[in-house]
């Protein structure tokens, strides 16, 4: 089983500030999506990266591929209280003409306005 | 647009009793998932079906069986209910191996 670590676990911030979470691993990603989850619901997928050195930008949020594609970034610009919630990351790992997909622990965030 | 839909969204069972939580997905998807999401620990697979009448064990299959008898409904059954099993669980289908997962609204379970 791959292991992918996500940090941190817990942020909370003002209205109107940055941040960074960050989704790590030793071994290598065929792609990396991330999602986001609201109390009560599902996941649903932001964005996929597939690119070593990738850059996506979703509005006031941009996902960054690692060049060696074993870690991830996603960086919100001033954030908002509808920011809040569970974001997930999700590595493709392929292997002997099989795909596994492994999730992240989360980093749980919440904005206070 | 229903997506993925999970029946029931919250279910209270004693110890030994057994449960099916149904899943059923409308946009022609060959794959589907069960995940169990516990607090702090993430979405851990628990099986997995490729297409009908294909199934295969994910990460923490011990104590679930699940069929595939359609490309639509992914039944979970859950045998011999343990507090262990007191978990959120969530159905996914996916149009292919590197596609996008589409969550159900999940089911809340609690074993007492």
């Known amino acids: 089983t791959q292991l992918l670590e996500q940090s941190p676990q817990f942020l909370s911030i003002q209205e109107g500030e940055n941040l960074t979470v960050y989704c790590n691993s030793s071994?290598?990603?065929?792609?990396l999506q991330w999602y986001r989850q609201e109390p009560g619901e599902g996941p649903v997928l932001l964005v996929t990266?597939?690119?070593?050195?990738e850059v996506k930008k979703l509005k006031r949020l941009t996902f960054q591929f690692g060049d060696a594609r074993k870690d991830s970034s996603l960086h919100i610009t001033a954030a908002q209280p509808g920011d809040t919630g569970l974001y997930l990351c999700?590595?493709?790992?392929?292997?002997?003409?099989?795909?596994?997909?492994?999730f992240g622990k989360g980093t749980k965030l919440s904005v206070i306005p | 647009n229903a997506g993925v839909t999970q029946t029931p969204k919250f279910r209270i069972l004693k110890i030994g009793q057994s449960m099916t939580l149904q899943c059923a997905q409308d946009?022609?998807?060959?794959?589907m998932y069960w995940y169990r999401q516990d607090p702090g620990m993430g979405l851990k697979l628990i099986y997995y079906?490729?297409?009908?009448?294909?199934?295969d064990k994910g990460e923490v299959p011990n104590g679930y069986n699940v069929s595939r008898s359609t490309t639509e409904d992914f039944p979970l059954r859950l045998e011999l209910a343990a507090p262990s099993q007191t978990s959120v669980y969530f159905c996914?289908?996916?149009?292919?191996?590197?596609?996008?997962?589409?969550f159900g609204e999940g089911s809340r379970l609690t074993v007492l």
């Open positions: 996914a289908s996916s149009p292919g191996t590197l596609g996008e997962l589409f």
């Open positions: 071994s290598v990603f065929s792609s």
């Open positions: 990266v597939v690119t070593g050195g």
């Open positions: 999700a590595g493709l790992y392929s292997g002997a003409g099989s795909y596994q997909l492994t």
């Open positions: 946009m022609n998807h060959n794959y």
């Open positions: 079906s490729v297409g009908a009448g294909i199934t």
